[in-house]
């Protein structure tokens, strides 16, 4: 038993070769603890040699007393393996024990015990005996790669049979028991797992042949070099001011993790991390600029790194602007953040690649002669600004074009009084559309806008103020670039209307009147046409609406013409008819030529012109005889009238659907009077005085 601890009863059984010897196992035994043996007969359970306490150098012998009288004990010790003998003798009134010192560790002994009264002996008790073997010198443990550990050791002093290499876990589960020869002095443990705790004993066995085993063991714990992580990957995902490291555990146990971020000339960013924890974001980083990181598994005071390097976005440059004149095209630019090695640009009209160019750090524009390039007018040309740094890029876009031609040959196709139209042929290059402006030139009003498409070319306003002054421009628009062309066009001035003539009862003047032409009007031309020919030609002010003429041919068909003006633009012509009222007749003269029932009548003809006359007779207010008499036979005669009877004559000068009359009065003859006969005329009466 351990002094101490309770004592504990094994059963020994005995050994089939040799009736003496009894093996006892016992088990549970700490290492290098001194254990008290007592033997006790199962028979009558009487007590013998009773304990040996073993050293690793010295044996320590107790035994019970004899009955009786005892002299001296004379206590042997024989080496088995090299029959060396060594003798104690103990008084009897000693105590009942006695030590051997400086044997040899791990050797079987047998030791006897005499007990002698004077020249008496009794007969012997032996037991057998092993020096408890020494434990191993100088253990160390390594881990010689990430799932083994190598195991070193120097042999003790003393006898060894062999060697056992335990391994066990933290929770002291045994993993591994390994049996080496007594001459092995290192092993190598494989399998194991990466950056685990583990302990290990070596245990050195010793044991006569017939002997229980005895063990003295030597224990470290170690842990083995924690496996590094696995697929360490440092991925900017796009941006330029942080970084995301992952990676996979390794296998096996892992304290913490220490994750470093440095970059050149910089202090290092340092995170220590749970080992469930596999990535890490990094932020507030330099845009551009190259990074280191390791990632070290620590676990038991061991570590493994793993390495690897990533780089952040670069930046992209800021106010990039690209313009294009008549001469060359022009890109600046800022620079950006951080740090970057160069930049590149590609110019390209679409798919097709028009330069690819590097351009220096330094550098804060690019100017290139469009003649090298071969722009189009209005084409659309786009710009690719790369900043480099490393492998990585950062891009940024803009696009420009040379500014469309206008239009060519812009002409007015047609204008009236209310329209303009005009025409062009497209120009040369590209472009997306037309945008048609009409400006009212007079009275500055809003412009009239039209958007057409790029086949187009004419376009029409109508709706517009007539005798007005236009500016028509056509602008030729490519994204938002233009160009354009222009014209003043003038919309014709708007005839008068509702021309009338008036001849007002007058038989030598007209007047037109008329309203005034809508639209704008500067002044108004009025002719006087007889016979094709212009008789006069007038001009009125633009606010003037009548005018009249003198002087005129009695009973004359004329024309009146009206032609509103402006600005040297004439409108369509007005035209009226107008006549004067014909003159009357003069010098009318009546005779009864002497008889009773016939009267005659005769004129000059009326001035002016006359398309025919009629000649009425007419009793008191009852017509008798009308006669049309044409102009170039100025008289006529009434037959079959009254005797006596005074009669009304009537000579109308007829012109168109005028007339001018005479009047005048004449009786017949009565038959009873004279052939004398007096005559007075008048242009409005004749009077017939007949003698009595």
Same mark, same amino acid.
């Given at each position: ?43 009558? &359970? ?68 005499? %007990? ?34 190598? !195991? ?58 017939? *002997? ?29 001011? *942080? ?10 146990? !892992?304290?913490?993790?220490? !994750? ?60 990039? *602007? ?42 804060? &524009? ?71 402006? $009409?400006?009212?030139?007079? $009275? ?20 517009? %103020? ?37 001849? $007002? ?169 004279? &052939? ?13 005085? *007949?003698?009595?």
């Amino acid at each position: 038993m351990d002094p101490g601890s309770r004592p504990t009863a094994v059963r020994c059984d005995q050994d089939g070769n040799n009736g003496y010897t009894f093996i006892c196992n016992m088990t549970e035994l700490q290492p290098g603890t001194l254990y008290e043996l007592r033997v006790i007969s199962g028979n009558d &359970e009487e007590r013998s040699l009773g304990s040996i306490r073993t050293g690793s150098s010295g044996l320590r012998v107790l035994w019970s007393l004899s009955a009786g009288h005892v002299d001296w004990y004379n206590v042997t010790l024989e080496d088995v393996h090299s029959g060396m003998v060594r003798s104690n003798r103990v008084m009897g009134s000693a105590a009942p024990q006695s030590c051997f010192t400086s044997l040899v560790p791990g050797t079987l002994y047998n030791i006897s015990v005499l %007990a002698i009264s004077g020249n008496k002996t009794a007969a012997p008790v032996h037991t057998i005996a092993v020096t408890a073997p020494s434990a191993v010198d100088g253990l160390q443990v390594a881990s010689s790669s990430l799932d083994s550990l190598s !195991v070193l050791w120097r042999p003790g002093p003393g006898r060894v049979e062999n060697f056992k290499v335990l391994v066990t876990d933290q929770d002291g589960f045994l993993l591994r028991n390994i049996t080496l020869t007594n001459t092995t002095t290192y092993t190598k443990l494989d399998g194991l797992q990466p950056g685990t705790p583990y302990r290990v004993t070596v245990v050195t066995n010793a044991a006569g042949l017939q *002997s229980s085993i005895k063990k003295k063991l030597n224990v470290l714990s170690f842990s083995s070099v924690p496996a590094a992580v696995s697929d360490l990957i440092i991925n900017n995902d796009g941006s330029s001011e *942080s970084l995301r490291a992952s990676w996979t555990a390794p296998k096996g146990g !892992v304290d913490f993790f220490t !994750v470093t971020l440095w970059a050149s000339g910089l202090t290092p960013e340092q995170r220590i991390l749970a080992p469930n924890v596999t990535q890490l974001v990094f932020e507030g980083l330099t845009p551009g600029r190259r990074y280191q990181l390791s990632v070290n598994s620590s676990a038991g005071g061991l570590s493994s790194e793993s390495r690897t390097e990533g780089r952040t976005v670069p930046d992209q440059v800021s106010t990039l *602007s690209m313009s294009i004149d008549s001469s060359k095209l022009q890109l600046s630019w800022s620079p950006p953040r951080g740090d970057w090695e160069y930049y590149s640009v590609l110019l390209t009209d679409g798919p097709a690649v028009l330069f690819n160019r590097t351009v220096s750090k330094k550098s804060r &524009e690019l100017l290139v002669s469009i003649q090298s390039l071969g722009l189009v007018p209005g084409r659309l040309y786009s710009a690719e600004f790369a900043v480099h740094s490393g492998s990585l890029s950062n891009t940024a876009h803009c696009s420009s074009r040379l500014a469309p031609r206008p239009v060519q040959q812009l002409v007015l196709r047609h204008a009236d009084e209310t329209s303009l139209s005009v025409q062009w042929r497209q120009p040369v290059g590209r472009w997306d559309s037309f945008t048609v402006l $009409l400006t009212d030139e007079d $009275l500055a009003t809003p412009d009239t806008q039209r958007i057409l498409s790029g086949g187009s070319r004419e376009c029409t306003f109508r709706g517009l %103020a007539s005798g007005r002054r236009y500016t028509v421009t056509v602008k030729t628009s490519s994204g938002t670039l233009s160009n354009s062309d222009s014209l003043t066009a003038w919309t014709t001035p708007a005839p008068v209307s509702g021309l009338q003539v008036f001849n $007002l009862d007058s038989t030598d003047s007209l007047q037109a009147q008329w309203e005034l032409a809508s639209g704008d009007q500067d002044s108004y031309q009025v002719l006087l046409v007889r016979d094709s020919s212009v008789i006069k030609n007038k001009s009125v002010a633009g606010n003037i609406s009548s005018i009249s003429f003198q002087n005129l041919r009695p009973g004359a068909q004329y024309k009146v013409v009206v032609t509103t003006i402006r600005a040297g633009h004439t409108s369509r012509q007005t035209v009226a008819e107008g006549r004067t009222v014909p003159a009357a007749v003069t010098d009318v003269r009546v005779s009864n030529n002497g008889r009773t029932d016939f009267l005659t009548v005769s004129w000059n003809q009326a001035a002016g012109e006359v398309d025919s006359y009629l000649v009425t007779l007419s009793d008191r207010d009852r017509t008798l005889h009308s006669l049309a008499v044409s102009k170039f036979n100025p008289g006529c005669i009434f037959n079959s009238l009254v005797s006596g009877r005074l009669y009304n004559i009537s000579i109308t000068s007829c012109s168109g659907r005028y007339r001018n009359h005479t009047f005048i009065q004449e009786r017949t003859r009565e038959q009873f009077f004279s &052939e004398s006969e007096f005559w007075v005329f008048s242009s409005m009466q004749v009077l017939i005085l *007949s003698g009595f």
